[in-house]
């Protein structure tokens, strides 16, 4: 069952594309704006819209932490923001200044790919903002990219039909026309799937194209065998090219976008069909499922975005059910962790964290230095893997239960320092600290502030404090 519970109709112009974070929903539109809001009401963000590419933004997508979103345009460029505040991090040019389709970060957020009209594809160093590497596909433009789970390859589907996989070097490993008339778009899943017989892992990717067709394959690395792209089902039921698809956060189901106007959710294992959606008016897209949420949306050219609720039987691994709790996790046993471990497609670490005794509490303390210097893990890629799980643990925990008035309007999480400005809202001293530095209105209002005084609002403080109280017995 899918439910259109939320429609969003702030922009303009056609929507082009759409991404979550685990707390924010990012949209992108011919009207040279990105729209950034809220999960837990779909109220857009004081900061929104963010402004500053000169042309139609093609797409967007968070960081894994949720805290930089980037956005690509016509304009040539690729900006990051920060999503604390919306301030403008970096604009990177693409080399050649052609019109940039699509950008994505790696897993660890080391880098961002940008692929561009010319066939040009860019990594930048997401730290020093600078160009890592590129490249450029035979022919067409760049229209489509995705990375593996473990950032050791990406995947680039382009207009003249073709799908290349390159390693994190951008050295090009294989190639294979996939879509007579040209790739739109192409999406890995999270969970690699091991192959039974050979005991080897491969990864799942859909792709889809002007073709009218989705279409699934099997990605396989192996010493001894190089890199194979293997065709595995081709997925029906649109009448019209496909511009987008997703994977869920489990990779259990794929979503699509068509010409057609509709929406097709699939199961992955069968092929067959759960939902069809025909609500927008005009053609679909984009498409996305939420992380860490039973939430689904999808953007058309008819300017909205649709947000549907998914009734599932399971939640995605990653989701934390409704009644579960942080005492919940803090009580979970040593057994508990690993199958999270498991869940989170972390299944190497069980044994070492069995070896070391990490609990449900354990689990909670750990950190960068601990992860290094306790556990011995010595990949910085890792590290940051295992945290950023961990972060996302913490934040399902007290996303769903967390008063609103409790939660700092500039970054929508919890506060520790709550002030009071003198438009009379309370925020979080570090994000209006940071906010007040570069303009002088009300996040809430966009008036002017008279003062930039902050006044400690030590009667919430306390208030947070005795429902974090509450929530530990």
Same mark, same amino acid.
């Given at each position: ?150 950032g050791n390859f990406f995947v680039t589907g382009s207009s ?64 001894? *065998? ?83 609720? *998914? ?52 689990? *909670?303390? *750990? ?105 530990q017995k």
């Amino acid at each position: 069952m899918a439910t259109l519970i939320h429609t969003l109709a702030d922009h303009s112009d056609d929507v082009n594309y759409c991404a979550f974070s685990s707390s924010c929903l990012a949209t992108c539109s011919l009207d040279k704006t990105i729209r950034v809001y809220s999960l837990s009401n779909f109220a857009e963000l004081p900061y929104s819209p963010l402004q500053g590419h000169t042309y139609a933004v093609h797409c967007c997508c968070f960081s894994p932490s949720g805290l930089v979103l980037a956005s690509c345009s016509t304009d040539g460029t690729s900006v990051l923001w920060d999503t604390r505040d919306g301030r403008r991090l970096a604009v990177l040019q693409q080399p050649g200044a052609s019109p940039v389709r699509v950008c994505r970060f790696s897993p660890e957020a080391a880098y961002l790919l940008a692929g561009a009209a010319d066939g040009s594809v860019v990594l930048w160093n997401v730290q020093s903002m600078k160009l890592y590497r590129s490249g450029k596909v035979k022919g067409g433009s760049l229209m489509a990219c995705a990375f593996s789970p473990n950032g050791n390859f990406f995947v680039t589907g382009s207009s003249s039909g073709d799908l290349t996989i390159w390693d994190d070097k951008m050295r090009c490993l294989y190639n294979e026309k996939a879509h007579d008339l040209g790739v739109t778009c192409c999406d890995i899943s999270s969970h690699p799937v091991s192959d039974s017989e050979n005991g080897l892992k491969y990864f799942q990717m859909a792709s889809c194209g002007q073709d009218n067709h989705i279409k699934l394959w099997l990605i396989l690395f192996a010493d001894f *065998l190089g890199v194979q792209l293997k065709y595995k089902c081709t997925l029906n039921g649109h009448s019209a090219p496909v511009l987008a698809c997703a994977f869920s956060c489990d990779g259990q189901m794929i979503v699509s976008g068509s010409v057609d106007k509709c929406v097709i959710i699939y199961e992955t294992s069968t092929g067959n069909t759960l939902h069809t959606l025909s609500q927008h008016t005009r053609y679909v897209t984009t498409c996305a499922f939420a992380p860490h949420s039973p939430l689904l949306a999808t953007g058309s050219m008819d300017k909205t975005v649709h947000i549907w609720q *998914l009734d599932l039987k399971q939640p995605c691994a990653g989701y934390t059910v409704e009644n579960e709790s942080k005492v919940a996790v803090e009580d979970w046993s040593e057994d508990d962790v690993s199958a999270w471990l498991c869940a989170q497609d972390l299944a190497d670490f069980v044994g070492l964290f069995k070896m070391n005794n990490i609990d449900g509490k354990e689990l *909670l303390n *750990l950190t960068k230095e601990s992860l290094a210097n306790e556990l011995k893990i010595e990949s910085l890629g890792l590290r940051s893997k295992v945290l950023q799980k961990i972060e996302e643990l913490r934040m399902t925990m007290i996303s769903v239960s967390v008063p609103d008035e409790f939660l700092c309007p500039i970054t929508r999480e919890l506060m520790n320092d709550p002030v009071i400005a003198t438009d009379g809202y309370s925020y979080e001293r570090e994000a209006m600290e940071n906010w007040i530095s570069n303009r002088r209105s009300s996040p809430m209002t966009n008036l002017p502030l008279h003062s930039l005084m902050l006044t400690p609002n030590r009667t919430l403080k306390m208030a947070i404090s005795r429902w974090l109280e509450t929530q530990q017995k």
